[in-house]
């Protein structure tokens, strides 16, 4: 059962335009989304992170947008680089005491075209 | 943020035989996690590992197969053992900073495990 799916395994862009990522999830107890970027042979590193209470959460041209009626959130990078090209994991979390387990999608492996 | 190194980084091993894997953070901490990526599959928690504790077990995954130390606040290891080529997978360390505001864990680079 995913929990947390990530429908776009790919996605190209050309250097300059707008990336957009999205995620969705099915488990109404996640209170936090946190984004990934993960390189070859390298961690997922933290990207960026919205609570539930906040519908859009901006870090420079990082910008997540959280739809919880929907249950969706997207990932949003303007003007996109080369160097952003990575695969990309959406994670929740479930809110309260001790519980720091992070569930992940797949991932989308975004492509930025110089 | 936390910098984490793991030990091996990649390794081909034989079926039936079994693989410790080190993870070292560059600063104490409380948490860590174990996660395994499958091909083409999200990142799984497979365990937490608290120092000085027994790790806690995800469903799906028991001790006897994949047992875990902590023995101090910068260092745990991963032993997957009695390998079949369904463990082909990255094995990947975190842990959590006190006080991160969105809980975010920091990933160590992975250890690619390929059993034939």
């Known amino acids: 059962d995913q929990q947390v799916k990530q429908n776009s395994p790919s996605l190209s862009v050309q250097e300059g335009r707008i990336s957009i990522l999205n995620c969705d999830y099915t488990n109404s107890m996640f209170d936090y989304f946190l984004w990934y970027k993960k390189y070859p042979a390298e961690g997922p590193t933290f990207l960026i992170s919205?609570?539930?209470?906040?519908d859009k959460n901006e870090d420079g041209r990082f910008t997540v947008f959280l739809n919880k009626s929907a249950k969706h959130l997207s990932l949003h990078i303007v003007p996109s680089q080369p160097g952003d090209s990575a695969v990309y994991f959406c994670a929740a979390r479930k809110s309260g005491g001790s519980n720091y387990k992070l569930t992940f999608g797949k991932g989308t492996l975004l492509t930025v075209n110089p | 943020s936390a910098v984490i190194s793991q030990k091996p980084s990649r390794d081909i091993c034989q079926r039936g035989t079994s693989l410790t894997i080190q993870c070292q953070v560059d600063?104490?901490?409380?948490?860590m996690f174990w996660y395994r990526q499958q091909p083409g599959q999200s990142l799984t928690l497979i365990a937490t590992?608290?120092?000085?504790?027994?790790?806690?077990?995800e469903s799906g995954f028991v001790i006897d197969k994949f047992p875990i130390s902590r023995p101090n606040l910068t260092f745990s290891t991963l032993t997957v053992s009695n390998m079949s080529p369904e463990d082909s997978s990255i094995y990947l360390c975190s842990t959590k900073l006190a006080g991160g505001e969105f809980n975010e864990q920091f990933f160590g680079p992975g250890t690619r495990l390929t059993v034939l």
């Open positions: 590992a608290n120092q000085g504790s027994e790790a806690t077990y």
């Open positions: 919205i609570s539930s209470i906040k």
């Open positions: 600063s104490q901490v409380t948490m």
